[in-house]
């Protein structure tokens, strides 16, 4: 969802957006004051539940005359984009920054359907099928801070895919200062006896979260690109904790190829969860993020001249999040 709507503000020659977005938290403070059509929440590879949106993704295309859809790689965009091509609307997928080797799945059947036009934000992959669009971390550079004084604030996250995250809970727990004062969104994954924690809960909502993260001195989460685009907003280069199949936390290991590109670019620190220590926690309060450059627009690559600019209807990336409750 963060991805997806950092890009809506890249992309030029649009007149008026329609969003259609799973309805949380998040999504209603992104989207707010903006026009928003509520859609199920469905997860990856959920295919007969995706595939039984068409007839809602057609309602929605036909009734707001859309011109354009644009995804950034959630599973729904494909009736999405289904429906555009039998209304006449033209398609264009942005493959997620997540994906720096490859289109996944999503991408993949996006690539082989008529009229859709691809973009990926990885230049090592692109070629006449999938243009180069620049990428959400763009504008973003490296920077060193001071040492903080006193206690550190931690902020950890660990997103909310529906897969649990145990083994960063654990290693985590083991390894935090005993005086750092320390705020869990733990999303799916439970809550362990001991933990350290100043507060602990399992959703909390987007603008507080960005706020927590803000004051924090080290941001510690999964290697989601919502999660590293919404620190890194704030000045923070995350701990970036991949993912990973082998433990049962996603269905692939492409949390590992977006970590790996932020360390490269100096914006994150990527570290397996077994390698964390007081040392990484200590050597991250000293590294942040600042704005340079104000990334290029994207220009769409349309078939057709307009008398108008394009209506754009955009689809989340990531699924949000449940409403928030404490848990201490």
């Not at 011109?67 to 429906?83: E, H, L, R």
Request: glycine share 6%; proline share 6%.
């Amino acid at each position: 969802m963060v991805q997806l709507e950092s890009w809506s503000r890249r992309i030029a020659d649009i007149d008026s957006i329609v969003w259609a977005a799973a309805e949380s938290p998040q999504s209603k403070t992104l989207l707010a004051g903006q026009q928003v059509h509520w859609i199920p929440d469905i997860q990856p590879r959920q295919l007969r539940e995706t595939m039984s949106l068409l007839g809602l993704a057609r309602r929605i295309v036909s009734s707001e005359k859309v011109d354009v859809v644009v995804s950034t790689g959630a599973s729904v965009a494909i009736p999405f984009f289904m429906a555009a091509r039998m209304h006449g609307a033209e398609s264009h997928y942005i493959e997620s920054a997540a994906r720096v080797e490859g289109p996944s799945i999503t991408g993949q059947v996006a690539a082989v359907m008529p009229k859709v036009r691809c973009y990926t934000q990885s230049t090592s992959w692109a070629d006449s099928r999938w243009n180069y669009a620049g990428s959400v971390f763009d504008g973003y550079t490296g920077a060193t801070i001071a040492k903080p004084a006193g206690p550190l604030r931690v902020v950890v996250t660990v997103g909310s895919m529906h897969h649990p995250m145990t083994r960063l809970v654990e290693r985590l727990n083991a390894v935090l200062p005993e005086d750092a004062e320390v705020v869990w969104q733990l999303g799916h994954t439970p809550a362990i006896p001991g933990m350290r924690a100043s507060r602990i809960e399992e959703f909390i909502t987007h603008d507080e979260l960005t706020d927590l993260m803000a004051d924090a001195h080290v941001v510690i989460c999964h290697a989601g690109v919502g999660s590293a685009l919404q620190a890194m907003s704030v000045g923070k280069a995350p701990i970036l904790v991949p993912r990973l199949i082998e433990h049962g936390e996603h269905v692939d290991d492409h949390q590992e190829q977006i970590a790996k590109r932020l360390g490269g670019l100096g914006l994150a620190m990527p570290v397996d969860a077994e390698a964390l220590s007081a040392d990484i926690i200590a050597e991250a309060a000293t590294r942040g993020v600042r704005n340079a450059d104000a990334p290029a627009a994207l220009t769409l690559r349309t078939s057709r001249a307009r008398a108008q600019r394009p209506r754009t209807i955009v689809l989340p990336r990531e699924l949000a999040e449940p409403v928030s409750h404490g848990r201490a």
